[in-house]
């Protein structure tokens, strides 16, 4: 089974790594937050190590 990404937007203080990093998964939601628009868009390893590993406050997750 597939895990999903996601961004815990009371935590994500919109500083744009997700985004500039992956942005066929992640964009800024109308809030200003980032958000998980499709999370099967880039690989498991990619969403790794480009967004949750570079995301300065840890406010992206998987899901099962």
Known sequence: MRKT?????DECIS???CVDSIPEVFRFADSGKAEAYDPA????DKIQQEA?????VSCIHWRE
């Open 15 to 17: 500083c744009g790594v």
């Open 41 to 44: 868009g880039a690989s498991e």
């Open 52 to 56: 949750i590993d570079a995301c300065p």
């Open 5 to 9: 990404v996601v961004v815990d937007q």
